[in-house]
């Protein structure tokens, strides 16, 4: 994809101690132009969030340590990057939110404080400054009570308010990318909606790329121009979001697709996929989806399959596709 | 706030009586008064009638509620009574040698607290580090031995081989220049320095500790995505939240460095509280005993008193109505 706003090639990312060493992310590739929404999807432990962690170079070390690969950030490696060059990406060109705004938030410092610390650290401001800017942030974000809430602590907050003030302080400083990480997992369900409705009009308006993280398929739906499907570390399918909901080749995407429950139709139970996603300090042999796939054969046991571009855009990992 | 305080203080007062009744019962259960010994002196030929005088003078013939209460009202008078045996008000008596001791508890704590929190921090930033080992390694060693015993080890090393610092009394006896600042300083800070050594190990440890659950925790990530660089993370997210527990800390303990200097003041005949409530035990000096355990009894619920106070500072999340 030419002029892709940020390019990933082949990351890998393992989380090595004595015992074992578990490859969290395991040569992941995919890129996103400016403008677009790409959507990460996987279960748990898939390396969803390692990765999007690993883009910011914010894995937990010393265990976790990014071993290949490269991050292009229009054109320049981050991976490459001293921490302290890199420290002037994090916040300014790429802003981050989190999956719970409770704890992702500095519960003893005030509202404005923290929204104007990026402003102070970024664009050189004064404090007195960043905070006014503070207030215009909050309000964006669709925060009536602006002024009051810059004096506020993350407590007077109730959780969709906590997200909102995630995502002004994300994009304070109108950053070419957001990251965000499972960001409507621990909200209600309305104020999910509102949050994704959100950051769709902040795009829209600002016209920065978006990467979702998440497990959610409706999320997916709603926001996804790309998406990437995820497990065990890996990519297994690939491709624009229409193509992945009205095609999808993998069996793990099938079988994600076919656990939403439907309202109009009566199951018995709900389809879910069975097993769990193999430990990543002991992957099999063969394809790493073989034990809980419907249509296992005995190649897939042997050998691991390449992701192979079966459509305009559409890349699969599967013998079988 | 004001309110609270005021309350709070009301809320000593039935503690403080109950302590009272206490040491009021403890000490007339301990053999013997302050004027027996002169029945044994056998210069003194009318000793016996010595003796009854004195008591009936000072009112140890009656019942012991009798004599409480009448302590009581004299209290609430603002009268502690008459030491028997510095013959003296102990009101005037404590008003000598409380400033010592305050000094020396204060400089304690101030060593405590510039020391222990900047080792603390510094070894979770670099946690399992040659620095951390070494230094945790003589914190333990430091809050295993008693107090005293530095305190000896401290005279052998810094005043008797070394000869760099005095080890009694406050001030030079005898020289033009007793008393003035350096004179008292020299003076003040071996006991200081052996009151503050294991308070300083204490606290290095929990501010490690502390330090070290603050660091991993999701708004520390936050602050690491908003770009911003060590040092600020360090004080501003991990420390000010890592201080909450220390001020909790630092509240109870400082009653305790109080009567912790008692033993130490003996040692460096340091003329302080610790002297005196010890001569006044040993003398079954029961106003001066009284005196000063009320006092003792009152810088512990004060210490209590502080750091609740101070907690609402440090805390948003706490607040008193």
């Known amino acids: ?321 | 706030m004001a309110t609270y305080i005021i309350r709070r203080l009301l809320g000593l007062i039935p503690t403080l009586f109950v302590i009272t009744v206490i040491v009021f019962l403890l000490m007339h259960a301990m053999p013997g008064n302050a004027f027996e010994a002169l029945v044994f002196n056998p210069r003194l030929k009318n000793a016996a009638a010595i003796y009854n005088r004195l008591v009936q003078e000072n009112g140890l013939n009656q019942s012991l509620p009798v004599q409480y209460f009448d302590w009581i009202k004299n209290l609430l008078q603002g009268n502690l009574g008459i030491s028997y045996s510095l013959n003296m008000p102990v009101s005037e008596l404590i008003a000598t040698y409380l400033p010592n001791t305050l000094l020396l508890a204060v400089t304690a704590e101030i060593i405590i607290l510039v020391v222990s929190i900047p080792i603390g921090l510094y070894q979770a930033r670099n946690v399992n580090g040659p620095f951390d080992v070494l230094s945790s390694f003589i914190a333990v060693l430091f809050y295993s031995i008693p107090g005293f015993v530095f305190a000896l080890l401290l005279i052998y090393l810094l005043s008797f081989t070394f000869n760099l610092l005095p080890s009694s009394g406050t001030v030079t006896p005898g020289v033009p220049w007793s008393g003035d600042f350096a004179d008292r300083v020299s003076h003040l800070l071996l006991p200081a320095l052996a009151l503050s050594l294991p308070g300083l190990a204490y606290y290095t440890r929990l501010t490690r500790g502390n330090s070290l659950q603050v660091i991993v925790a999701d708004f520390v990530r936050t602050a690491r995505a908003k770009g911003l660089r060590g040092p600020r993370i360090l004080f501003r997210h991990v420390l000010r939240n890592a201080v909450i527990p220390i001020i909790a800390q630092f509240g109870l303990d400082l009653g305790g460095l109080f009567s912790g200097a008692v033993i130490l003041e003996q040692i460096f005949t340091w003329p302080g509280m610790g002297e005196l409530s010890i001569n006044a035990n040993l003398n079954r000096d029961y106003p001066l005993i009284l005196g000063t355990t009320l006092l003792f009894a009152i810088t512990v619920l004060i210490g209590n008193l502080l750091a609740d106070i101070l907690l609402a500072f440090a805390d948003p999340r706490i607040r008193y109505d």
């Not at chain 1, 009536?144 to 907050?157: G, T």
């Not at chain 1, 709900?270 to 002991?282: D, E, F, K």
Request: proline letters at 5%.
């Open chain 1, 1 to 321: 994809m030419g002029g892709a706003l940020l390019e990933v090639r082949d990351l890998k990312t393992y989380f090595v101690s004595k015992q074992s060493t578990v490859k969290a992310v395991d040569g992941v590739d995919f890129s996103v132009s400016q403008g677009r929404v790409l959507c990460i999807v996987g279960e748990s432990g898939s390396g969803k969030s390692v990765t999007s962690l690993s883009l910011m170079r914010l894995v937990q070390g010393p265990q976790g340590r990014i071993v290949s690969g490269e991050v292009l950030l229009e054109g320049r490696d981050l991976l490459r990057m001293s921490e302290r060059q890199m420290s002037d990406v994090r916040g300014n060109e790429i802003g981050m939110i989190f999956q719970e705004p409770m704890s992702a938030l500095n519960p003893v410092m005030k509202i404005g404080d923290q929204i104007g610390e990026v402003l102070v650290r970024h664009r050189h401001i004064s404090r007195r400054e960043a905070r006014e800017k503070a207030v215009e942030l909050l309000r964006n974000v669709g925060l009536a009570r602006a002024d009051e809430m810059v004096h506020e602590y993350p407590h007077q907050l109730s959780g969709g308010m906590r997200q909102r003030a995630m995502i002004a302080m994300a994009m304070a400083c109108q950053p070419k990318l957001l990251l965000a990480d499972e960001p409507t997992t621990a909200l209600d369900v309305t104020i999910q909606a509102q949050v994704l409705d959100l950051m769709r009009a902040l795009q829209k308006e600002t016209g920065t790329a978006i990467i979702l993280v998440t497990h959610d398929l409706g999320v997916v739906a709603e926001m996804a121009d790309d998406v990437v499907v995820m497990y065990a570390g890996q990519i297994v399918e690939s491709g624009p979001a229409d193509e992945i909901f009205d095609r999808p080749l993998h069996p793990y995407t099938r079988a994600l697709m076919d656990s939403i429950p439907v309202i109009e139709e009566e199951r018995e139970r709900l389809r879910a996929i069975p097993g769990t996603v193999p430990s990543a300090a002991h992957f099999p042999e063969g394809c790493r989806f073989a034990d809980r796939c419907s249509l296992v054969e005995g190649r897939c046991r042997e050998r691991l399959p390449e992701l192979r571009e079966l459509g305009p855009g559409h890349s699969v990992r599967c013998h079988l596709a």
